[in-house]
């Protein structure tokens, strides 16, 4: 088996095995471990997991919002990219501008009501139709404040200047690759307030050695079996474009976390996951015609290869 799986699934028996009970901000209860790390040797193949199909257009497109230092979903929607719409949604509803049924505690009623669930995903199509169609609607209700894609191309500093922590990194990375400086932070204690999400990966850094780069990512808050296997995919592929920008091969992806947790409603899916073999990993492709990584799109980023067991569906804790 190959080691990126292998330290994933090992993340998956530890957690259940290992950890703690604990109570959570959505209700849903967790099991937890705080403190652990992950080595993921990017030369094996690309890091996305095949016991269970990972949808990589849906990670690709959410990486390049951040690159693009967009914080709207309507970008996303555009891209048939679904994974953010809720933290909007939930604003919405609890606005004073929303005049539709109550739609709070939607976790907890949906799991009972079928008729509940049903009328959500109604308001939720309208939601995101306006946001689609109706510019002032999205500007005011698919913007997510000041999370990841602010504060790496475009962090506000006391004296009202605007970093491109980004791109700064990048520079350093081709000018002085021994640095021990190059970070990126989305972890911004003056905006956590104005965040429909805290960021959960806080933040970055990248090294560079023997022509390779490696980078290393701080999560201080991660669900194991839907978030943390698009985290892998999304850094690793970072670093890829990184690379590939900087003339570099790629070199360790390291996933250190903070508190990892399984929900107590993932855990047979979890145990369905970990009966499966491991399978071949992919093979990433860029298009090379694209030196910079501000100039990626969607279709410049290709998968050969990527042959998984199928999808494992789970609820999503908002």
Known sequence: MHTSEQAYLQLLKDCLENGERKEDRTGTGTISIFGYQMRFPLAEGFPLLTTKRVPFKLVASELLWFI?????????????????????????????????????????????????????????????????????????????????????????????DVIDQLADVIKTIKQNPDSRRMIVSAWNPEDIPSMALPPCHTMFQFYVSGGKLSCQLYQRSGDIFLGIPFNIASYALLTHLIAHECGLEVGDFIHTLGDAHIYLNHVEQIKTQLAREPRALPKLVLNTDKTSVFDFELEDLKLEGYDPHPTIKAPVAV
């Open 68 to 160: 693009k230092g967009d914080t709207n979903i309507k970008y996303l929607l555009q891209h048939n990219n679904n994974i953010w719409n809720e933290w909007a949604f939930k604003r919405w509803v609890e606005s004073e501008d929303y005049q539709g049924p109550d739609m709070t505690n939607f976790g907890l009623r949906s799991q009972q009501d079928e008729a509940f669930a049903k009328l959500y995903e109604e308001q939720l199509d309208q939601f995101k139709e306006r946001v689609l169609h109706e510019d002032e609607f999205a500007a005011k209700y698919g913007e997510l404040g000041d999370v990841y894609g602010k504060q790496w191309r475009a962090w506000r500093t006391t004296q009202n």
